[in-house]
């Protein structure tokens, strides 16, 4: 169990590198909206062929891809609607400037957590860690964390609340791994589709609501661009890593 603890926490590491990135250096709107496309490029090969298509073997056709792949978009989008709620006070009835951010930490967590379970049984199951699985989550982490990091800069957020919001975060996935080490050995095939797939829907809620609109908005056409080479690279290091 400890050993997946410390995978957990390893890939979700990166979170605090590109919450550091963006704090040292914050990127002009242009570039955030290319990084927001790059990102979102990542995570559309992650959903389609790390954690829906996983569930999909999973299941068997027991129906856990599908409640699980609703049940996290439906998530998500309620989460998503109580941090506009709550954001718009303060933003004088308008969605405030840590929104998008907040948003983009909850779609994290929502897809964080389930992935960093999965992950920690695989090092049950095998007892190595699924390489394919932990460069996903390297590689999406950064620019989804340099994303939200600037929106929550904006929002007025201290460098020091936000290095330890996003510590934090790892330290969550990776006791998500270690609880997924320990209570999933068991588990049906239903219930492991469930959680690859809830995290599939609610990293693709947050993607069509919050990550390719504000990617196209700040970064404009060449954001198509970007977003097929985050694609491309993602699903690259997934073939190769067999």
């Known amino acids: 169990m400890g050993e997946a603890f410390l995978w957990g926490l390893l890939a979700a590491s990166t979170l605090v590198v590109g919450a550091a990135v963006a704090i040292v250096r914050p990127p002009d709107r242009h570039t955030l909206g290319l990084v927001l496309g ?124 936000l290095l330890a919001l996003w510590s934090l975060t790892a330290v969550g996935s990776g006791a998500a791994a270690a609880l997924g080490y320990g209570l999933l050995a068991d588990a049906s095939g239903w219930l492991l589709a469930f959680v690859l797939a809830f995290a599939g829907g609610a990293i693709l809620a947050m993607l069509s609501t919050t990550m390719m609109p504000e990617a196209y908005e700040s970064g404009g056409r060449a954001v198509g661009l970007v977003t097929t080479f985050g694609f491309a690279t993602a699903f690259g290091l997934n073939w190769w890593a067999g």
């Open 38 to 161: 790059f990102g979102a490029g990542v995570l559309l090969s992650a959903v389609s062929f790390e954690l829906v298509e996983k569930a999909a073997q999973t299941s068997a056709g027991s129906g856990g891809t599908a409640v699980g792949f609703f049940a996290g978009s439906l998530t998500f989008v309620a989460g998503d609607w109580a941090i506009d709620r709550l954001d718009r006070p303060a933003a004088g009835g308008g969605a405030g400037p840590s929104a998008s951010g907040l948003a983009i930490l909850l779609g994290t967590v929502l897809d964080g957590v389930p992935e960093s379970a999965v992950l920690g049984l695989t090092v049950l199951e095998s007892g190595e860690v699924g390489v394919a699985m932990l460069v996903a989550v390297l590689v999406s982490n950064v620019p989804e964390a340099i994303a939200a990091t600037a929106g929550l800069r904006r929002g007025g957020w201290s460098a020091g609340k």
